[in-house]
């Protein structure tokens, strides 16, 4: 299983960086895990929040390998139970294939970004900071290999 996660922006609270380091330990026997942190690019006068999408997503863009499938996580993207997303990892796992997750910094994501991603997720309906989206995806993925290989952290 190889999954790499390309986010925006370092982990600012201790609490939440703790909590990432518990779901990477688990993580580790079962799949190889790469974090890609990129440059988060603030907003001035002379640089509009648009400006920063659009710099923030080139970035993104230059990480993801071409023969990647790419999940970039949205708020409109499609919402998936826990038994059904571990079903679409196995699925990409299964064949090989390297899954990106692409999680943008605190203004959202560049169109080009959505365009290039083969899934776009949403973790849930309600609205939540860039950074707690981290942790629920750790623990989303660390949920799906249990369930892929039979362990008993999740429970229907």
């Known amino acids: 299983m190889r999954i790499q996660i390309i986010q925006i922006g370092k ?19 079962f799949a190889s895990l ?7 690019v603030s907003p001035s006068k002379t640089f509009p929040v648009s400006r920063c999408i659009e710099e923030e997503g080139r970035q993104i863009l230059k990480n993801v390998s071409e023969d990647a499938y790419v999940i970039a996580l949205d708020e409109k993207g499609k919402e998936f139970g826990s038994v059904d997303f571990a079903g679409l990892l196995k699925g990409k796992f299964d064949v090989g294939t390297r899954i990106v997750f692409v999680i943008g910094g605190a ?6 970004v959505k ?7 949403s ?12 942790l629920f995806l750790l623990e989303q993925i660390y949920r799906s ?12």
Do not use: N, W
């Open 107 to 112: 203004f959202g994501l560049l169109g080009e």
């Open 145 to 156: 290999v249990c369930i892929i290989r039979g362990k008993e952290y999740h429970i229907a």
């Open 11 to 29: 982990t600012k609270d201790s609490y939440m960086e703790e909590g990432l380091r518990e779901y990477l330990k688990r993580l580790k026997p």
């Open 115 to 121: 365009e290039r991603a083969d899934l776009i997720l």
């Open 123 to 134: 973790m849930s309906k309600m609205t939540f900071t860039h950074q707690m989206v981290r």
């Open 34 to 40: 790469e974090i890609t942190t990129l440059k988060e």
